[in-house]
């Protein structure tokens, strides 16, 4: 975690699954128009797995796939919940649904749109996010 980095709290409806996630400031989400965001109101931050910990709920937690069976999607097996999932454009990072953090998190992360239905087309947009950063 980097010095301006602040740790936030965060996991699903019914408390079965809980997170931190270490927030950059400046932090960005994508509200995606993909499928899968569109039907869940997923909008995501997408940060390296080593910023993020899965504080309880692993038993909880189920998975789907779909299209090319990358991305791992797992939602809360008692209230539906999707947290946070591990996606296709940043395989070793994580996505975490901004809307299942503390609620005072939502005023400081921009949220920008991004084209998920042309996803080929604007994945590498995303690429950097898991990156190290140039020293």
């Known amino acids: 975690m980097a010095d301006s980095d602040r740790l936030a709290s965060g996991g699903c409806h019914c408390g079965a699954v809980a997170f931190t996630v270490s927030v950059p400031d400046n932090a960005v ?68 649904n901004i809307h299942t953090l503390e609620q005072h998190w939502m005023a400081e992360i921009t949220i920008e749109p991004f084209d998920g239905q042309h996803w080929e087309r604007y ?7 898991t990156r190290p950063a140039a020293e």
């Open 29 to 96: 989400a994508h509200a995606c128009n993909c499928s899968i965001c569109r039907a869940s109101g997923f909008v995501g931050l997408i940060v390296p797995a080593e910023r993020f910990e899965l504080l309880r709920g692993e038993k909880a937690l189920r998975e789907y796939r779909f299209n090319t069976g990358v991305a791992r999607h797992w939602f809360c097996g008692t209230c539906g919940v999707k947290s946070f999932y591990r996606p296709r454009s940043n395989p070793e990072g994580v996505s975490i």
């Open 123 to 129: 994945a590498h947009t995303l690429a950097h996010l």
